[in-house]
């Protein structure tokens, strides 16, 4: 499959520095100490939530694999990944989509039907690509690039996308 021209500046060899972002302390210190960071590599802690400022534009890609379906408030995360973005910076979701085998394992977990209106409306926290594409949009990202079908449940769902802004080959170096 080739990639879409919005990640051909990710793909480039060049040099760059990769953070690992965890939600609390304890993960950050467990990964470090697992990966054994090399100079390129730093882990730190970040509330996609409330991100602090010195992670606005700074980003040249941000990546969430299977973790924005946790947060409740996923328009508020997409509104902060933008805002962390670097102008032309790509946001790539990976998600998996609603499937009877992942009610089935964390059906048990009552946090996985916590997006239900009622207890008589079961909706668990995996969505659909039409409606993460719905909330991108919502976001203001533009350019998005849906890998996946709605119908396939054993495959993630995969959304490329870049910000509105400056061109990719125009990127300031400041940013990761």
């Not at 400022?53 to 933008?82: P, R, T």
């Not at 207890?119 to 533009?142: G, H, M, R």
């Amino acid at each position: 499959m080739a990639f879409p021209p919005e990640l051909q500046t990710v793909v480039q060899a060049r040099p760059c520095r990769y953070v690992i972002a965890e939600k609390d302390a304890s993960s950050a210190d467990a990964n470090c100490q697992q990966f054994n960071p090399a100079p390129f590599l730093s882990f730190e802690v970040l509330d996609p939530e409330n991100p602090a400022g010195d992670h606005f534009g700074k980003y040249h890609c941000i990546l969430l694999a299977w973790s924005l379906n946790e947060y409740l408030n996923n328009a508020k995360v997409l509104e902060s990944c933008m805002a962390m973005l670097a102008p032309g910076g790509i946001l790539c979701i990976l998600e998996h989509a609603p499937n009877v085998f992942a009610d089935y394992v964390f059906g048990s977990q009552p946090s996985w039907w916590a997006a239900s209106p009622d207890e008589e409306t079961p909706v668990s926290l995996l969505q659909s690509p039409a409606y993460w594409q719905d909330s991108l949009v919502k976001a203001n990202f533009s350019d998005i690039y849906i890998t996946g079908k709605e119908d396939d449940q054993y495959r993630p769902a995969s959304l490329l996308l870049d910000q509105k802004g400056t061109a990719p080959e125009t990127l300031d170096n400041g940013a990761q």
